[in-house]
């Protein structure tokens, strides 16, 4: 039962550009309270405002880069034991699985979860980065078939 999903490379050029602005427009922000700092000083408010938009332009750059990185990469293939499967909605209107395999946590939509438990063997072909699932293939049935959530 191996299902494929063509868009893995897909999820990873639109992760590049859905972060891309946001870091670009966060930059500009931090460059303009570097320029704020050094003509009048450091006032707290602007030291608390570069400290916070620091935060955010690293968090967006690692996404970037990331993404970058497996846009560049070749797929891996990670085979081991579930051990643990969650669902969660994402913004209240996405809903989103999750496996952990082989310290790698896996996102995968509801629909491609389904014949998959908690002990089972699966095949994950993914990017190296992102972990941005290629395919994902049941190798066999695992002892317990409970699901965590």
Partial sequence: MAVTRPSARGEVLRSILLFSPFLAVTLAALVFLLQDIAGEGAGGGTIVGLVLVGSV???LAYQVIQSVRDLFSQLVETTGL???RWSRSEFFLFRNSYIFVDRNVFR???????????????????????SAVESIELVKRGGGSESDG
Wanted: no cysteine; hydrophobic share 40%.
């Fill in 82 to 84: 579930v051990e643990r």
């Fill in 108 to 130: 995968l939509p509801p629909e491609r979860l389904l014949g998959i438990d908690r002990g089972d063997l699966v095949r994950v072909v993914h990017y190296p980065h992102t």
């Fill in 57 to 59: 332009a690293l968090l």
